[in-house]
Structures are given as structure tokens and as C-alpha cells.
């Protein structure tokens, strides 16, 4: 299933009539992580008066939470709830934490901050989207694997691995949606003497149309259009 969420922290700063309103967003994956990262924030803002949140989790976005920490009903928390929502995003949580300045902002004055610093700090963090992906392992002749080697190129798939022996071995990635086009490629270029070795599914990481990965950025904008 395919899903936005953020692959790094973001924070922010926000300040009216002296109260300040520091965002912090972050990934998370289960309540633990949740309740963890809470601990912390605290932990580093002892004298802050307010730390609301609001979290989403699953790929399907059905775990929601949110807390005003004790500011008016709705002015807090659930600001910071509608900036995820408004990104479509899960698997995150964001805290954003007031330092009282003595004056009382009123309910939209809170609704305004809180919700500002949400976005503040998620402008600060890296928003992708998580795909499925297949990495697809096959062996070919060393006859195909020039012409193959181009076909690769003007679909911007890439060659992850090519191993040399009796055959050229060759692992690539591709969205899980294309899988059975290039299946049906491999099997027209070498007229059915392709030989599948392994499809694995992994979930990977994409900014725009570009496929993340530890090891490099590769361009995926144009497979199979």
C-alpha cells in the first residue's frame, strides 16, 4: 500500500505577545515510539506550560490522536492534526510545545500558533512517499544483455547488481504496478529464455519521482510511460 510520511525530523519556532511555540516533527511507527519521543520533549522543555500533539499511524491512516494539554478544547492538538492531514501523512507525530509569554492569545491566536508551528516544522522535514516496489533477480545471455542494458536506460530502470558468469544475473527495481510489464519485456527480447530467478517486495522510499535509496537517487519519472 502505498503512503506519504516524513523520513527526517523538522522543527520550528513561532513567537506572539512573548509566548513561544516551538513545532517538532518526527517519524514514528507505533505508540511506544510515540509515547517515547513525549517523554523526551519533556525531558528537554521542563518549564514549558503546554506540550500539545498530534499523531497518525498505518499505512491505512485509521490510528489518529491528538492532545491539547490542557489549552482550550479543539485550540491545540487538533490544529496540529489537520497539518498531517493536510499532507496526507502517517506514521507521524508532531508536538508542538508553549512557553506561556503572560498574555492570553485567545482561541485563535492558539489555533493560529499551534498550527503555524506544525507547519513550520514540517516544512523543515523531507516528505516521501512509500512505495511497493519489486526487486526482480534474472539471468540472460550475454548476447541480450547490451541491447537489454539500453532498454533499462530509456526506462530510467536501474541495474542494481549484474553478476558475470555462464549468464549475466541481473537484479533491478521496478513499482510493483510495472513488475508484469517488465516481465513481458524480458520475455519478448529474449523470445522466453529469460530465467526469473527471485521477485522480492520491498516498500521503498520515493521524493517526487525520484526512488530513494542509502546507496543512490535513481530517476523512476519515466518507466513504462
Given amino acids: 500500500m502505498m503512503y506519504r510520511t516524513i523520513d527526517r ?3 520550528s519556532r513561532l513567537e506572539e505577545k512573548k509566548s513561544i511555540f516551538i513545532g517538532h516533527i518526527v517519524p514514528v511507527t507505533s505508540e ?5 519521543h513525549l517523554e523526551r520533549e519533556w525531558a528537554q522543555h521542563r518549564e514549558a506550560r503546554h506540550i500539545a500533539y498530534a499523531y497518525v499511524l498505518g499505512a491505512d491512516r485509521l490510528l489518529q490522536r491528538y492532545d491539547d494539554d490542557k489549552e482550550p478544547q479543539r485550540t491545540a492538538g487538533l490544529p496540529i492534526l489537520d497539518v498531517l492531514h493536510g499532507g496526507e501523512l502517517t506514521n507521524v507525530l508532531c508536538m508542538v510545545t508553549r512557553y506561556f509569554g503572560g498574555t ?3 482561541t485563535g491566536g492558539l489555533v493560529r ?3 503555524g508551528a506544525a ?3 514540517l516544512k523543515k522535514a523531507r516528505v516521501v512517499t512509500m512505495r511497493p516496489y519489486r526487486a526482480l533477480r534474472f539471468q540472460v545471455d550475454y548476447g541480450l544483455y547490451g541491447s537489454l542494458e539500453y532498454q533499462f536506460a530509456e526506462r530510467g530502470l536501474p541495474l542494481e547488481e549484474v553478476a558475470y558468469s555462464e549468464e549475466v544475473t541481473i537484479t533491478t527495481l521496478v513499482r510493483e504496478e510495472h513488475e508484469g510489464d517488465l516481465r513481458s519485456l524480458l520475455q ?3 523470445s522466453g529464455t529469460v530465467k526469473i530467478l527471485q521477485s522480492e517486495e520491498l516498500t521503498l522510499a520515493e521524493e517526487g519521482e525520484k526512488l530513494l535509496r542509502d546507496h543512490g537517487v535513481f530517476d523512476q519519472s519515466r518507466a513504462w510511460k
Fill in 32 to 36: 511506544e515510539e510515540v509515547a517515547a
Fill in 119 to 121: 507547519r513550520e516544522a
Fill in 113 to 115: 500558533n499551534y498550527g
Fill in 9 to 11: 525530523e523538522g522543527e
Fill in 104 to 106: 492570553l492569545l485567545g
Fill in 188 to 190: 519478448e527480447m529474449s
